[in-house]
């Protein structure tokens, strides 16, 4: 009887174990595929922050082209200006003079 009764509680103890164990292992399981997914999301932030610093970099280029152009079309309106009042003055100077 003895015999047959620490069998019978070592039986159950060996399949609490074993359950223990499959479930431990399990868990290690999903921490290591929780850790690959962490590092992975870790990469893509990453990423998405380098396109995102490499985007406000271009913006802020294109701004600063943006007003170096205004500033170069005002300057060549006013040298057209310039020019086209030289036009007339000697246009009309010399017609003057001609007649």
Same mark, same amino acid.
């Given at each position: 009887?003895?015999?047959?009764?620490? %069998? =019978?509680? =070592?039986?159950? %103890?060996?399949? #609490? $174990?074993?359950?223990?164990?499959? !479930?431990?292992?399990?868990?290690? &399981? $999903?921490? &290591?595929? %929780?850790?690959?997914?962490?590092?992975?999301?870790?990469?893509?932030?990453? $990423?998405? $922050? @380098?396109?995102?610093? #490499? *985007?406000?970099?271009?913006?802020? *280029?294109? #701004?600063?082209?943006? /007003?170096?152009?205004?500033? !170069? /079309?005002?300057?060549? #309106?006013?040298?057209?200006? *310039?020019?086209?009042?030289?036009?007339?003055?000697?246009? +009309? +100077? @010399? +017609?003057? =003079?001609?007649?």
């Amino acid at each position: 009887k003895r015999a047959a009764a620490n %069998s =019978g509680g =070592g039986g159950r %103890s060996l399949r #609490e $174990d074993e359950e223990a164990f499959l !479930r431990e292992e399990r868990l290690k &399981d $999903d921490l &290591d595929l %929780s850790r690959r997914q962490k590092l992975e999301l870790e990469a893509a932030l990453l $990423d998405r $922050d @380098a396109r995102a610093i #490499e *985007s406000k970099f271009d913006l802020e *280029s294109s #701004e600063l082209e943006v /007003v170096r152009l205004k500033r !170069r /079309v005002k300057e060549l #309106e006013q040298a057209y200006k *310039s020019l086209s009042t030289l036009n007339n003055n000697s246009a +009309g +100077g @010399a +017609g003057a =003079g001609a007649k």
